[in-house]
Structure formats: C-alpha cells, structure tokens
C-alpha cells in the first residue's frame, strides 16, 4: 500500500516532535516542510528527508502528492491555514489552540464538514498513559458522576518571548498557551460537559521579566523579548450546564516557590489526579485508600504522547477510526479560553452558548 504523505507547516520548535512521531510511523512519509525561515524547512528537510520545501503554506497545498498536513504555526495563522488545507483536500492535524477566535473556530468547522476530511486539534494530553488509564476508570464509573475539577499550570518563568507574547498573533497568554492542555483534560474527562458560563481574572503585573538570570525556560523559535502584549497570570471558574465545575489557574511568570502542574476530578464515588502523577482515591470498607497505579509513565510522557497522536491521526486519516480529538471539541474550548477573556474584561460573570 502506498504511504500517506504528509506536509509539515511550520518548522519551529513543536514540529520537531511532530517530525520525529512521523519518523516513526511505517504508514507515512515525511514528504515536504513549510516555514516563513527558508533555512529552518530547509535544515528540517534535509533532517527527516523531506523531497520538497516551501515558504508559502499555499504553493504546499497545491500540491497534489500531498495527503495530510501538520500545521505548527502561530496561533493567528491556524484557522486561515486549517480552512485552505481541508479545502484543498488534505486532512489536518492542527496544534492547539484550534485558533484564536469562536467566530474562526465556527469557520474552520463548517469547512472541516463541507469537505469531509479529518481535522484533528492537537490536545495531545489526550493520548497519555496517564490519561487513558483515568478515562477508563471515569467510563466504567468507579468515580461516579465527576461534579468538580481543578487544573493547574503555573511557571515561575515562562514567558516563550517572540508570537507567544503578541496578542495579535497569539490570541493571549498563559491561557490559551498552556491553561489550554489543562482546561481540555478536565473538560474531556468530565465528558465533555456544556458550558454555561466562565467567571475569570487574568493580571499583567509582572510582565515577561526578562531580566532573570540562571533560569532557563521554553522559547519560542523567534525569541524575542522586546514586545509583551499577554497577561502573565490568570485565575477562572467555568460552570456547566450539568452542574459541575471546573476551576482553572494558569500563569506565564509568578512569585511562586517553584512551577507546578495539578490536574485533579473529583467524583461522587471517587477521585483522580491524573497530574503530577496518576493516583486514584476510593473509599473501601469504611477506609479512605489512594490507589497508585503499576504503569511506566504516572505522569505525561510528551514523545509517547506526541507519537500517539500522530499514530491515531495518520490512522484517521486511513479512515480506520474516527478521531477522538475532533474540530467540534476545538470549537468547545475555544469558548472556554475566549470567555475567560471575556469575563475578565468584562469585570463579571459571563454567560456562554
Ligand atoms: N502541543 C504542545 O504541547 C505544544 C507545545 C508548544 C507549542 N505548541 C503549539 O505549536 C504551535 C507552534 O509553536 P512553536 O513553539 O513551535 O512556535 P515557534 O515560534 O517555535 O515556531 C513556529 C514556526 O512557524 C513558522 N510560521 C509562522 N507562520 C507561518 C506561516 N504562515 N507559514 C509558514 N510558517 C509559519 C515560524 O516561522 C516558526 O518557524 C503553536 O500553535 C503552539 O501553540 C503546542
């Protein structure tokens, strides 16, 4: 059978563990890269033998050889790249968040469905060891029924610099940035509860300090410090029609003691922290137990994690499943992180439909 070919836009710092699931998997070939930095396709080209590179994602899509595209670009340039592609007749793996706007995240569905291709968002917290073992005690019900969540992402330092600190091209900070991975998790978990409306804060008291020294931190390919148009911190309730909850803290920089990752659901016959390490919570005979599971990895993998998504998106789009990770769920969160914006201008609560 002839392999799946696929394109890579965006070659900075993400693709490379695209570049290296796609490595892995005997179904596809790596077949051209994308980047505004010619240099940067052309190095990761020359890496994973890519035959073709571009600097226009355009002149990629035209290209019939073409069967399905990793898109790793800036935030603002997801929705208008995901709508060409499907609309050019390749499937899509598009990084979170699926773009910066609900008004675009509705555009790029209606495209996702006119054309009938897959459009898979890239929350790749789904596919983790961690994860999947928590779903499958949630769906058996051994939890119960999930009413409540906290998700927690705080760096002390972590401001990326570069498109990641322009609102323009980045749609914000911290919370659209990483809360995203923890807000999802929850969101998905709880199963994929409505929501009814978000009641947030973000600050901008710190700013990017990039003064710091002797600590290092993530960057974007393009770091630059000069420009910080993102919040550094901000705290969210989101409430679901179902009744349940989900309270969220997400920050860029903060005076904290040290950088902390907590994803915690809490059910009415038990609960689960599925970050920093797996442990699920029971009761039994009268006795309150936390239960560690016997697995390699308690806590998120990212090279497993990143080459499983690429493994059940390169299946998708040989039409063996259906993808778990869809455009509709990208819509959905897309609604959370807008509103937490907008409940923080806004001073107050705000509803959501
Ligand atoms: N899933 C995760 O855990 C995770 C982690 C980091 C970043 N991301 C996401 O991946 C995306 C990229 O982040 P990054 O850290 O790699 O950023 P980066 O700045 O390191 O790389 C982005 C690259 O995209 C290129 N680019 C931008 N617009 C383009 C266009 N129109 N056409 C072609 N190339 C273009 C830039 O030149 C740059 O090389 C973002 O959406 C980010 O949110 C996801």
Redesign the pocket.
Same mark, same amino acid.
């Given at each position: 059978m002839s392999k799946l070919k696929i394109g890579v836009?965006?070659?900075?710092?993400? =693709?490379e563990?695209h570049f290296g699931a796609y490595a892995k998997n005997a179904q596809v070939e790596i077949h051209a890269v994308? *980047?505004?930095?010619e240099e940067?396709a052309k190095e990761k080209a020359k890496q994973y033998g890519a035959v073709k590179t571009f600097? *226009?994602?355009k002149q990629l899509l035209a290209d019939p050889e073409i069967d399905a595209v990793s898109?790793?670009?800036?935030?603002n340039?997801?929705a208008e790249?995901s709508k060409a592609a499907v609309e050019a007749g390749k499937h899509v793996l598009v990084? %979170?968040?699926l773009c910066k706007t609900v008004e675009e995240a509705h555009a790029v569905q209606e495209a996702v469905r006119k054309s009938g291709k897959v459009l898979q968002v890239?929350f790749?917290?789904r596919f983790g060891t961690n994860t999947n073992v928590a779903k499958r005690f949630i769906d058996s019900g051994e939890l119960g029924s999930i009413y409540y969540a906290k998700a927690t992402v705080l760096r002390r330092l972590g401001n990326?610099g570069?498109?990641?600190s322009d609102v323009e091209r =980045?749609g914000g900070g911290p919370v659209? &940035?990483i809360g995203v991975?923890v807000i999802d998790l929850c969101w998905y978990l709880m199963g994929k509860p409505k929501v009814k409306s978000v009641s947030a804060v973000t600050y901008d008291k710190l700013g990017n300090r990039s003064h710091i020294e002797n600590l290092s931190f993530? %960057?974007?390919? &393009?770091y630059d410090a000069a420009k910080n148009t993102v919040e550094d911190m901000a705290s969210a309730l989101i409430r679901f029609e179902n009744g349940a909850a989900l309270s969220v803290e997400a920050s860029f920089t903060l005076h904290a003691k040290k950088d902390e990752i907590s994803v915690k659901l809490f059910g009415d016959q038990g609960g689960a922290e599925i970050e920093p390490e797996l442990m699920l919570v029971t009761e039994k005979h009268n006795t309150i137990l936390n239960a560690t599971p016997q697995i390699d990895h308690l806590t998120f993998d990212?090279e497993a994690g990143?080459r499983r998504e690429i493994e059940h998106f390169v299946d998708c789009c040989l039409g063996k499943h259906e993808t778990i990770s869809p455009v509709e769920d990208g819509l959905e969160l897309m609604k959370i992180l807008c509103g937490i914006y907008e409940s923080s201008a806004a001073g107050k609560e705000i509803q959501v439909n």
């Open positions: 836009i965006g070659a900075g710092s993400i =693709s563990l994308c *980047d505004l930095n940067r600097t *226009d994602y898109i790793c670009t800036w935030n340039t997801h790249i990084e %979170k968040p890239g790749v917290r990326p570069g498109w990641f =980045s659209i &940035d991975h993530y %960057k974007a390919a &393009d990212f990143f």
